[in-house]
């Protein structure tokens, strides 16, 4: 994997849908992140528009949703889905899918539960924690 910083994540995403847009070849990752953003078109104006959105800051406190970390979580729960990765995440989401009935709703689902992990680890500075992820999903399920 790669750490990319804030700047060329976002340049991906805008890359990948101008790569789209005008039909040329994708890479299996831009392939991957095409799917994310077909699945989000109230993204698709903000990706048509770099220069404006490049530096963008999103502020939870004021009610601001990332796109591109939204996008870039639905990437991460594919990578981990495609892999069954911490094990057993893929038959948690299955679970997660016959109870939402589709997969972007079950998938919404599973990243609320990585980001609780991912900001757990971050406030008592330890290491991401899969029980935290499954505790999360588990509790979706009952």
Avoid at 39 to 62: C, I, S, T, V, W
Avoid at 91 to 109: C, P, V
Avoid at 124 to 130: E, G, H, K, T
């Amino acid at each position: 994997m790669f750490n990319p910083s804030r700047e060329e994540a976002r340049q991906f995403f805008f890359d990948t849908w101008r790569k789209y847009r005008q039909r040329e070849i994708l890479s299996d990752m831009e392939n991957m992140a095409i799917e994310v953003i077909l699945l989000h078109p109230e993204y698709h104006a903000m990706l048509d528009d770099p220069g404006r959105y490049q530096d963008k800051d999103y502020l939870p406190e004021m009610g601001d949703t990332n796109p591109f970390l939204h996008m870039g979580m639905h990437i991460a729960v594919g990578e981990q889905l495609s892999i069954d990765q911490p094990a057993g995440i893929r038959k948690r989401f299955e679970r997660l899918l016959k109870l939402t009935g589709n997969e972007h709703d079950a998938a919404h689902q599973v990243m609320e539960c990585l980001a609780e992990m991912i900001w757990q680890a971050q406030r008592n500075q330890s290491a991401f924690d899969a029980s935290i992820y499954f505790e999360c999903l588990d509790r979706w399920q009952n």
